[in-house]
């Protein structure tokens, strides 16, 4: 039976990530590697959210916190447990987290050796020679280990969101490693603390969600092969701040309530945590936006850790994620922490918001 086989032959998200890169004869595990040290800080910041609300009583870490002393908040021991994990993996060079203002370069001795077969044919002295050898790759993560914690408080779906670079060669990593287009991302996923913890996926082949058992400690397959709808019923945006937008944005959100080709008005949802609702979009349907305003023409998010990862999982569901003027996946950052305004969801509703861009000239 199926359903038999569903409980008894699990698809941890080791296994799932394990099968996908036999498919490549030079893998040698060290993507692998690398996701388990993030599963690993997903499973720590997930157990840590669970207990927020019980932090001044235990803390955070469990521990009975009898002096009362002050207790580290759960977005700056995210970032330390990311840090730990993600140097101890001994796959990356370089880490960007949004809570840090510069770029993390690990420490040579820590940045591991991953090397990557290679094999190439040329010309010398008019006969062909073909060479085989090894190459080093080494990881860059970009990340923010813990989005929308101003919804910790009041116990509102949060996440962690990442994003992943492969430097091919044995350079001294730099900024410009990670100053690269969304498009050159070899993965990105985010994790949500939610009713239940969640991990979305994407190797660039197709988008992938897995769900913890908290009882195994286990990510497991929930989700094979997540493909948004085309067209979805559902826009989300801070609508407090209409009165700042440009044309095409309060054009398209004017169309969502009052539509003029007769169709039915769309449904507004806005948890304002990004993780929550691009969660929400990538499964149902529609458009998530945060768009430029007058206040802030660059928008809110950044581009590095929560535009770049989220753009690459839409358009590996099948969606669309626009800045207004090109493709999310182009942009060059000039600056780590650089903003952008972002359109994302169903392809057709994207196309809609293109329209009204190139409408305006
Ligand atoms: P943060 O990184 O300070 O938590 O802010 C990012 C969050 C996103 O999760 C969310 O999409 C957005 O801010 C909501 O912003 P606003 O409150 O302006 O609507
Ligand atoms: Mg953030």
Redesign the pocket.
Known sequence: HAADAHRTDLMTITRFVLNEQSKYPESRGDFTILLNHIVLGCKFVCSSVNKAGLAKLIGLTGEINIQGEEQKKLDVLSNEVFIKALVSSGRTCILVS?EDEDAIIVEPSKRGRCFHLFSALFLMNNCFHYELGLIQCRYCVVF?P??????IDCGVS??TIFGIYMVKDDHEPTLADVLQPGKQMVAAGYCMYGSSCTLVLSTGKGVNGFTLDPSLGEFILTHPDIRIPKKGKIYSV?E??AKNWDGPTAKYVENCKFPKDGSPSKSLR??????A?VHRTLLYGGT?M?PADKKSPSG???VLY?VFPMSFLMENAGGQAFTGKQRALDLVPTKIHDRSPIFLGSYDDIEEIKALYAAEG
């Open positions: 949004e923010d813990l989005d929308g914690s101003s919804n949060i996440g801070n407090g701040n806005y948890i304002g945590s990004m993780v609702d998530f945060y809110k998010l950044r929560e």
